[in-house]
């Protein structure tokens, strides 16, 4: 089946650093991914979604200078939290869309990522 | 507005009696329904899909859920449950209209006990 590979799985770094965190499919070509975060329990909050080639749509609410989207290729999108803060610590979580799968599932989901600001 | 509903925030099991986890959605047309499962620091595995047909679904590990269409629900269920189902469950729909967003309801975290 459809794997999507994130990375790091975990992150822990100083207030004011910038993180970047990949998302691959390894099988398949994704031109829309989505990037999510999630608050300890609570539901997924959709942040953005990543379209190759183009310029990624943001949620309401969601600071664009704060969470760079970048989806250069078809299976890659990278999401950089710039000058993080200890609010920003988060799971953050993303996904890819199939467009040969859709009819199973219409996003593949990868493991997270757990970011924690010093 | 569209939104998805999962009234309970935890749902405690015996381990090999029955287990409903519930959920209703608010949203317009004929949506697609889904059901995802989470484990501690992972994402979300797919378990199960409803998009047209029987009513009644089945799905990985033994899981199922029931459609019904004018109660708008689509309850998760599996005859007996297991202490490896412990998990967080997430439902989702995806409206018929935008068919690139899912809307998730808040999750139910099942609890089965030995």
């Known amino acids: 089946g459809a794997v999507v590979s994130q990375h790091p799985s975990r992150v822990i770094c100083k207030s004011g650093t910038s993180v970047k965190i990949e998302c691959r499919s390894l099988?398949?070509?994704?031109?829309?991914m989505f990037w999510y975060r999630q608050f300890p329990k609570q539901s997924l909050m959709l942040m953005a979604t990543?379209?190759?080639?183009?310029?990624?749509?943001?949620e309401q609410g969601v600071e664009k200078d704060k969470f760079l989207i970048n989806h250069a290729s078809l299976t890659l999108s990278t999401l950089t939290v710039t000058s993080a803060h200890p609010e920003d610590s988060s799971f953050y979580i993303c996904?890819?869309?199939?467009?040969?799968?859709?009819?199973?599932?219409?996003?593949?989901f990868g493991d997270g990522t757990r970011l924690s600001i010093l | 507005a569209q939104s998805v509903a999962q009234p309970e925030d935890q749902v405690n099991v015996a381990e090999g009696n029955p287990l409903t986890v519930k959920c209703t959605y608010s949203?317009?047309?004929?949506?697609?329904l889904f059901w995802y499962v989470q484990y501690p620091n992972r994402g979300l595995q797919f378990l199960l899909k409803?998009?047209?047909?029987?009513?009644l679904v089945k799905g990985s590990y033994g899981f199922e859920a029931e459609f019904n269409k004018s109660q708008t629900s689509f309850h998760l269920k599996k005859p007996s449950a297991l202490v490896s189902d412990s998990a967080l469950y997430f439902c989702?729909?995806?409206?018929?209209?935008?068919?690139?967003?899912?809307?998730f309801g808040t999750g139910t975290r099942l609890q089965v006990f030995p």
């Open positions: 996904s890819a869309r199939d467009l040969q799968d859709e009819g199973n599932q219409p996003q593949h």
């Open positions: 099988d398949f070509q994704a031109t829309t």
């Open positions: 990543s379209n190759e080639g183009s310029k990624a749509t943001y």
């Open positions: 949203v317009s047309g004929n949506p697609y």
């Open positions: 409803y998009i047209t047909g029987d009513n």
């Open positions: 989702a729909v995806r409206p018929p209209y935008n068919t690139d967003k899912l809307i």
